[in-house]
């Protein structure tokens, strides 16, 4: 149940800033952002400017992914743990869009009744797509980038929401990075949907000095953040990491994503969630190839470097 709530809300926080946008559909050509002339390096909010040019690239080419993500949920009411959970889904691409098949339960092979699940789950969705003609399948896709495109909307809104201040230099996992704080503006008025979350979190950058990419994020809620009718609140005072890798000298993918945020989830009464969620595996597939079940054609990347 978190997992589908977490799909809606927390990519809504984290792609405030830096979100590589993996759950992408059909493998395309992308025309990458003009360069920029390389700002000062005093000047921060031109280097944020120039960050968000590197993660659009990253979201287009994201979509030439696939992966491994391990989630681990730790729910606590009242000091007591009411849920303590690890799972792993596989991450591939089918008809031209990802699929997520949890593949393993605390670190385990599923058991066999859940096992068959998730093959009747995927036997589902291969039925619902294969007698798809062509314009139904584009109109399918279609549906799916809308939805994407106007999740990233309030990115737009993003470099005018908030005063940058270069905080130092430092090295992260080897790379030369900018830290750059970001502190809401009392002034600012969305434009975008969503974007009125902006002014309630408060943020740190690590910008790589080389490249402009996000390399880690961490972030905290000034006031509560509501998502669909109150079905998620997540107050204030929580805390959100974030971190990407560089993969085959191309993009910036994410590696890390973890948060510890006092919720309310579903109208149940008030608790605390210690999330993490780590990525994995990543490789690149051929583009011209529809991957089926049984036909996946990929061309593994390198190790993850750091």
Avoid at 82 to 94: G, Q, R, S
Wanted: net charge positive.
């Amino acid at each position: 149940m978190f997992r589908s709530h977490r799909q809606r809300c927390l990519p809504i926080l984290l792609l405030v800033m830096f979100s590589a946008g993996l759950r992408a559909q059909e493998p395309s050509p992308v025309a990458l952002p003009a360069r920029r002339e390389l700002p000062s390096p005093t000047d921060a909010k031109e280097i944020v400017r120039r960050a968000l040019d590197v993660d659009q690239t990253n979201f287009q080419l994201a979509r030439n992914y696939t992966y491994d993500e391990r989630e681990e949920l730790k729910m606590l009411k009242g000091g007591k743990i009411k849920k303590d959970e690890i799972n792993t889904y596989e991450v591939t691409i089918l008809y031209d869009e990802p699929y997520s098949r949890r593949i393993r339960k605390n670190d385990k092979p599923l058991p066999d009744k859940e096992e068959r699940k998730e093959s009747e789950k995927l036997d589902k969705f291969v039925a619902d797509r294969k007698n798809e003609n062509e314009s139904e399948h584009k109109k399918r896709l279609a549906k799916i980038d809308k939805e994407r495109q106007e999740e990233r909307a309030f990115v737009r809104d993003v470099i005018n929401a908030y005063d940058f201040r270069i905080a130092g230099e430092e090295r992260v996992d080897g790379v030369n990075t900018y830290v750059v704080d970001a502190v809401p503006r009392k002034d600012f008025r969305p434009t975008q949907p969503h974007a009125d979350i902006l002014s309630k979190l408060r943020a740190k950058l690590w910008i790589s000095k080389k490249d402009y990419g996000c390399v880690k994020l961490e972030a905290e809620t000034l006031d509560t953040i509501s998502f669909g009718l109150f079905l998620v609140r997540i107050h204030q005072g929580s805390q959100i990491r974030y971190e990407q890798t560089r993969v085959n000298d191309e993009i910036w993918l994410p590696r890390l994503l973890s948060v510890n945020a006092s919720a309310r989830v579903a109208l149940v009464s008030n608790g605390s969630i210690d999330f993490e969620s780590t990525y994995s595996h990543y490789q690149k597939f051929t583009s011209d190839v529809r991957i089926l079940p049984g036909a996946a054609e990929v061309q593994p990347a390198p190790g993850l470097p750091r």
